[in-house]
């Protein structure tokens, strides 16, 4: 292939990127986590340096993306069905931050922190107001998915960064500690709010099995990631906020990881019935890293709760799960390989 080729096939795939590519980031540096929990340090680094790898090269190709298309993500931004995937950037920004906080740099989660939090509070209010109101098609409702989750876990990925970098800086411990609570508390009752719209969606409009994707995953991992944050906040030095809120946080989580658990058959059956039953087809997709993120999330979030509460069995499911994300995590990044070979180097192959 000359190179002229490759340049124009890479800036197409530039053009079509998609919003939640993220995932990539947030499923390699949860997975990550994880590892390091069970003492696994130095398998840990494996994904960590993916992780790494494919955050500043998906920053590179986003700026690339709002230079040279505006237009593709103006249009992005617009579908309800695609535009929460962009909250991917902040999560996966914290959850990148936190793993570099366990590994020693909590000056660089700081930075990160910081850099999600201000893209949070923005976006927060943009991404829907553009995705909700900038659409034309009505109604909204139908194009709901299971990607608005992904809105919670941006919203809990800062309440667990600001959380691991308490200890760190005890002088604005105060500050920190708020952060964290309040993202919590935004991301739980958002969580209730996504949960009443995707399952009305359900309910009330044709259910293709086409349309149960990936990212329906990620109902499991807002839950889970919404125990993490919960659990550190638990831990956290007491302080005013924390004190006003330990007791309620700590019977929430519970609730949430026991909703999490239920949720995990009912994903699985969901996935039987779409490949199994209606033959579609699977084959690498970026959505994949749907499924990588909520499985590690939720290995981490229940070894955390269980020394958190003092739950054994919850540490235990953990102690197993992670390593079931970790091999989710191998096959969906061979699988990327391959794709990225065989569409960018070898077409047509």
Do not use: K
Not at 79 to 103: E, K, M, S, Y
């Amino acid at each position: 292939m000359t190179s002229g080729a490759l340049s124009v096939r890479l800036d197409e795939g530039v053009r079509s990127l998609a919003p939640h590519y993220f995932a990539l980031v947030m499923g390699s540096g949860i997975v990550s986590v994880g590892l390091t929990q069970h003492g696994q340090v130095a398998l840990s680094w494996v994904p960590l340096a993916v992780g790494a790898l494919a955050y500043a090269v998906l920053v590179v190709l986003n700026v690339w993306r709002v230079v040279r298309h505006r237009e593709a993500v103006l249009e992005d931004v617009t579908d309800p069905a695609r535009a929460f995937g962009f909250f991917t950037f902040i999560a996966g920004t914290n959850v990148l931050g936190v793993r570099l906080a366990i590994a020693g740099r909590p000056e660089v989660t700081l930075v990160l922190l910081v850099l999600a939090a201000v893209t949070w509070i923005v976006s927060g209010y943009l991404v829907p107001w553009m995705a909700l109101l900038g659409h034309r098609r009505r109604p909204v409702l139908a194009q709901a998915n299971g990607s608005w989750f992904i809105w919670i876990v941006a919203s809990q990925s800062v309440a667990t960064a600001a959380a691991v970098l308490e200890p760190e800086f005890t002088g604005a411990r105060i500050g920190v500690a708020a952060l964290a609570i309040f993202a919590w508390s935004v991301g739980t009752f958002l969580y209730a709010a996504v949960g009443v719209v995707v399952s009305t969606r359900l309910l009330l409009y044709e259910l293709r099995a086409e349309q149960i994707t990936p990212p329906y995953w990620v109902a499991m991992g807002a839950a889970a990631i919404s125990v993490l944050a919960g659990a550190r906040i638990i831990e956290m030095q007491p302080t005013p906020m924390v004190l006003a809120t330990r007791g309620l946080i700590s019977g929430v989580v519970v609730i949430m990881w026991a909703f999490a658990t239920w949720l995990i058959p009912a994903l699985v059956a969901f996935g039987w019935w779409r490949h199994r039953r209606h033959r579609v087809m699977l084959t690498y997709d970026p959505a994949l890293w749907s499924i990588v993120f909520p499985l590690g999330m939720y290995a981490v979030a229940g070894t955390y709760l269980g020394r958190a509460d003092e739950l054994p069995l919850v540490r235990q499911v953990g102690a197993v799960m992670i390593w079931v994300a970790f091999a989710a995590w191998a096959v969906t990044f061979l699988a990327m390989l391959r794709h990225l070979l065989r569409t960018l180097l070898l077409p047509g192959r």
